[in-house]
């Protein structure tokens, strides 16, 4: 299931570690496999462990402990909206519901045309700019009011027609 390729890009990663310790490469392993599948499988947490000489439950903890890593098809978009405490008390939870409610699925699903999964997250270290949201794991979204929140699934439609 894991190409060659994957297997070397794993082999420069483990090789920034002690020969002793490589499974302290599961981290960058996992991140690997998941941008090559999109997300991470069983069978690839399978395939991690026997690389790193490490039990598969070890490889499963780390996968399901981070909310980056995805264990099931995402959409496109993969947006994680803050709803920790201090978040909460800062509209977080408005932030999510206004999601659902605009994409029409709850917290947890993607939409059906395969272009949005909306989550909820824990803390993104941004409470005083909340709420706030991260874009596929990589851009932070602050202050995102129902206002904001529209555009930026507007911008993404459109990105997508273009």
Do not use: W
């Not at 996968?63 to 947006?79: D, E, H, I, R």
């Not at 519901?97 to 699925?105: D, F, I, N």
């Not at 709850?106 to 045309?113: F, I, M, Q, W």
Request: proline share 4%; glycine share 6%; net charge negative.
């Amino acid at each position: 299931m894991i190409s060659e390729a994957t297997r070397a890009r794993f082999a420069r990663e483990v090789a920034k570690y002690p020969s002793d310790q490589k499974q302290s490469a599961v981290m960058a392993c996992l991140a690997i496999v998941q941008q090559e599948l999109g997300y991470v499988s069983v069978e690839s947490e399978r395939e991690v462990a026997a690389f790193l000489d490490m039990p598969p439950m070890a490889v499963h903890e780390v996968t399901t402990f981070y909310n980056m890593y995805n264990q099931a098809p995402v959409g496109k978009y993969k947006l994680n909206v803050c709803t920790n405490l201090p978040c909460q008390l800062r509209d977080g939870g408005r932030a999510l519901a206004h999601l659902e409610q605009k994409l029409g699925v709850s917290a947890g699903e993607t939409t059906a045309d395969g272009l949005f999964t909306l989550q909820q997250c824990e803390c993104l270290g941004a409470c005083a700019d909340s709420p706030v949201m991260l874009v596929n794991d990589r851009t932070m979204c602050s202050f995102m009011s129902n206002d904001r929140l529209d555009q930026l699934i507007a911008g993404l439609k459109s990105a997508e027609a273009s």
